[in-house]
């Protein structure tokens, strides 16, 4: 069936470097991807999405890469910070209407000072 | 604005017992969802709903009922609690407009251990 899945489960960088969390999806009539964090005890936070006519998008510290010809997605994380530190999921949505979302496992970043 | 509030945080059943997770969002978004998080794993999709009086399975939807009379609300029942449905469960909301992201807001969670 179709999924969502992530190549590491912990990822550990020192402060300051760049991060980069990937993810495998299989679906290729895949049109949307989202990226999440998850702090410990709280519910996923929206960081940055990205659609399938795009390549790249940029936020603040933050870029996400989309290779539809291996479907691949990835998430830099630019001069890594302990409140990075958290977990993070791909999401992809699905069809079939009402925006439902498919999420990854997800990769624990862990930030070493 | 308050966005997607959970209650209760945290709770203990006992096996065979009934609960309702409550969840209620006051950013007039049409759809709204619950999932569920098992330890270390990803969230699975109990049930969702495009608008009042509307809701469809999602994954995972065995042992559970929603019911959607508001905009605001999407309620989470659990009928006979079994240790499987020991978890934590996220309710989200978000926008159907396709102009903007569909990036879901979350409540903090329900952390639910049947024993």
């Known amino acids: 069936g179709e999924s969502v899945g992530l190549h590491l489960p912990t990822l550990s960088v020192q402060g300051g470097d760049n991060s980069i969390i990937n993810c495998a999806y299989s679906?290729?009539?895949?049109?949307?991807f989202i990226w999440y964090k998850q702090e410990s005890g709280k519910g996923p936070q929206f960081i940055i999405d990205?659609?399938?006519?795009?390549d790249k998008r940029q936020g603040q510290r933050v870029t996400v890469l989309l290779n539809k010809t291996v479907k691949h997605l990835s998430l830099q994380i630019a001069a890594t910070q302990p409140g990075d530190s958290a977990v993070y999921f791909c999401?992809?949505?699905?069809?079939?209407?009402?925006?439902?979302?498919?999420f990854g496992t997800g990769t624990q970043l862990k930030v070493e000072l | 604005n308050a966005g997607v509030t959970q209650t209760p945080k945290f709770r203990i059943l006992k096996i065979g017992q009934s609960m309702t997770l409550q969840c209620a969002q006051d950013?007039?978004?049409?759809?709204m969802y619950w999932y569920r998080q098992d330890p270390g794993m990803g969230l699975k999709l109990i049930y969702y709903?495009?608008?009042?009086?509307?809701?469809d399975k999602g994954e995972v939807p065995n042992g559970y009922n929603v019911s959607r009379s508001t905009t605001e609300d999407f309620p989470l029942r659990l009928e006979l609690a079994a240790p499987s449905q020991t978890s934590v469960y996220f309710c989200?909301?978000?926008?159907?407009?396709?102009?903007?992201?569909?990036?879901?807001?979350f409540g903090s969670g329900t952390r639910l251990t049947v024993v």
């Open positions: 989200a909301s978000s926008p159907r407009d396709r102009a903007t992201n569909y990036g879901y807001t």
């Open positions: 679906n290729s009539a895949s049109d949307y």
């Open positions: 990205i659609r399938s006519n795009m």
């Open positions: 999401a992809e949505k699905v069809g079939g209407g009402g925006n439902k979302l498919t």
């Open positions: 950013m007039n978004h049409n759809y």
């Open positions: 709903s495009v608008g009042a009086g509307i809701t």
